[in-house]
């Protein structure tokens, strides 16, 4: 029976027919890469192995630093951030704060909220970041709300 199956499948073929544009042209779809493409894993993503503090160092000390005074030195200090009671709550509501005191000030900070979601994002899974998921979404909704913003 499988054999059977396998035979079918290798003797089917999947063709194009040509099809008219509005001027009455033959035209065909251009082709399409239908090649497998590896994807790498990151050893470090969501497991006690390594260190994630080298990690998080050297990506911020490689990458430029966007946002706010308030949201680099959150950036800075990424590593002792704990999402776990919500402290990413209060990271936004106090950015929030002052955003909105001096809104012309904060034209990087979508990106910097990004960047920062992207970094918790890749952290190691620790018991006191049980929430980096949702500090993750948190952090990406707020970045798209200051873009939308501003």
């Known amino acids: 029976m499988e054999i059977d199956i396998c035979e079918l499948l290798n003797s089917m073929r999947l063709e194009v027919s040509p099809s008219k544009s509005a001027s009455g042209a033959v035209t065909m779809p251009p082709p399409i890469d239908v090649s497998d493409v590896l994807m790498s894993e990151d050893p470090s993503y969501h497991s006690d192995e390594g260190s994630d503090h080298s990690s998080l160092s050297s990506h911020s ?34 950015h929030r704060e002052i955003l909105s005191s001096y809104p012309a000030a904060h034209h990087q900070c979508a990106r910097g909220f990004s960047d920062i979601a992207f970094l918790l994002e890749r952290r190691a899974w620790r018991a006191d970041r049980e929430a980096d998921t949702e500090a993750v979404m948190a952090f990406r909704h707020e970045a798209w709300s200051i873009a939308a913003s501003l």
């Open 61 to 94: 000390n490689n990458d430029e630093s966007y946002g706010c005074a308030y949201l680099q030195a959150i950036r800075e200090q990424l590593d002792k951030f704990a999402t776990t009671n919500g402290e990413y709550l209060e990271a936004i509501f106090t």
